[in-house]
């Protein structure tokens, strides 16, 4: 998994904890522990783990399993370390490449990663080969930038910067949000019944600043931006002017969407 969009290595992981954590990524990994959770899972392998949010829930719903985390940037993982029990198995792996044996798991758990994937099906097959069979697969989707409307302001105030080339990467992430190509994929490599919630929510922002500093140097779309001189402080200053003109002073909240997938390995 090598594609540019997936390298979230230097000071990424920092600005992606603490500035999108508790915004993006908090509310949406206690929906992932409970759809982990209820299937009374014994060994769980989560992949694309990230700086361990989701992890430490499903570590939390899942006390009695065993349970290995994962992802491909081991800088990301250095603060998912930091989350879990003593004893955790955390180890960096691609998802496309998985370094376990076939009916290793009984659960996969992904919270947005598989968007990142350069070959969804080769992630998704991977997935399959080490679970069981009846073994799920959950994961979840960023639903469209029409849901998110957060994506849009930044990827707009990032556009503006550069109109004849503009970074790429907020394409990425909410690029996978139409449900039938996903759901048709998934059942092509092993899988079978597939269960879909729509998740939405109004999350609390604390701070526009640290909510521009993670969408701004909390992902690679930093490195996008660096490549190209721009100027970050002016960029996340347009960001935080957008937001407050929106949305008005923080505190606020702003809706997002996900999509969680729930797939029966066959």
């Not at 000071?11 to 949406?28: M, T």
């Not at 370390?81 to 003593?86: E, G, I, M, S, Y």
């Amino acid at each position: 998994m090598a594609d540019d969009a997936a390298q979230f290595t230097g000071s990424i992981p920092q600005y992606y904890d603490s500035g999108l954590g508790p915004v993006l990524f908090a509310h949406y990994a206690e929906v992932l522990a409970e759809l982990v959770a209820a299937g009374a899972p014994r060994r769980i392998l989560e992949t694309a783990a990230g700086t361990g949010i989701s992890s430490a829930a499903i570590s939390r719903a899942t006390p009695d399993a065993d349970f290995v985390v994962t992802d491909l940037n081991a800088p990301m993982l250095e603060f998912a370390r930091q989350k879990l029990p003593d004893g955790t198995r955390i180890e960096p792996a691609d998802a496309q490449e998985l370094p376990f044996d076939d009916a290793s798991f009984d659960t996969v758990a992904c919270q947005f990663g598989i968007m990142f994937l350069p070959e969804l099906a080769n992630g998704f097959r991977e997935a399959r080969r080490v679970l069981d069979i009846g073994g799920r697969y959950i994961f979840s989707v960023w639903d469209s930038h029409a849901k998110n409307p957060f994506a849009a302001f930044a990827d707009r105030v990032i556009t503006s910067h550069f109109p004849d080339d503009p970074p790429p990467f907020y394409r990425v992430p909410f690029g996978r949000s139409e449900v039938d190509p996903l759901r048709l994929l998934i059942q092509d490599e092993g899988f079978g019944e597939v269960t879909v919630h729509v998740v939405p929510h109004e999350s609390a922002v604390g701070s526009w600043t640290d909510f521009a500093d993670g969408l701004i140097l909390g992902n690679p779309v930093s490195d996008q931006i660096r490549e190209r001189g721009g100027d970050l402080d002016a960029i996340k200053a347009d960001a935080v002017a957008a937001f407050s003109q929106e949305y008005g002073d923080a505190p606020a909240t702003v809706p997002i969407q996900a999509i969680f997938y729930v797939a029966q390995a066959v």
